[in-house]
């Protein structure tokens, strides 16, 4: 509804590599960053041109951390929070 939108706001704009991106899955891990993966919308194509990223606390965007992703779905980690 139009009450949501009025709160909602672009928090990154990465260029993707190549057309039809988007981002799929994400999660915080125990730091309060927000992680978060890039596809190509065709999965059936297999493109490796997805990407992790991570948003940190202040609101930056990283890199790509990970590349030559197809998909990315149901991040997780360690209990001690070392390991993805």
Do not use: E, H
Not at 39 to 64: E, H, I, K, Y
């Amino acid at each position: 509804d139009g009450a949501t939108l009025a709160y909602a706001r672009k928090l990154a704009a990465p260029v993707f590599p190549v057309p039809g991106m988007r981002f799929n899955d994400g999660r915080c891990d125990r730091q309060g960053r927000f992680w978060s993966g890039t596809m190509v919308q065709d999965m059936a194509a297999a493109n490796p041109a997805g990407a992790l990223f991570c948003l940190d606390t202040q609101g930056r965007l990283s890199a790509p951390v990970v590349d030559q992703l197809i998909v990315q779905n149901g991040l997780a980690w360690s209990p001690d929070g070392t390991t993805m």
